[in-house]
């Protein structure tokens, strides 16, 4: 489950989580259906399969997430 920090709004998901990566992503039909406002905005440079180096324009946002037993996820 992921939460609005403020809201309290609720929206039940399913999480990748990725160890090895620096960065979370989360779609932007989430973000609407929470309605979770946009902290920050930057551009951020990322290297796909094969090389190819992409500059992409990313927003910071915070949401805390509930795993299935209820308990927040840390």
């Known amino acids: 489950t992921i939460t609005h920090p ?3 709004k609720e929206v039940n ?3 990748f989580f990725d160890s090895g990566s620096n960065t979370s992503y989360v779609s932007n039909t989430l973000l609407e259906a929470l ?5 920050a905005q930057r551009k951020m440079e990322i290297t796909t399969f094969g090389g190819h180096k992409e500059t ?3 927003q910071d946002v915070t ?3 509930r795993l299935t037993n209820g308990q927040p996820f840390a």
């Open 63 to 65: 949401i805390h997430l």
């Open 6 to 8: 403020k809201t309290g």
């Open 13 to 15: 998901t399913m999480v």
């Open 56 to 58: 992409v324009e990313t």
């Open 35 to 39: 309605e979770i406002p946009i902290v």
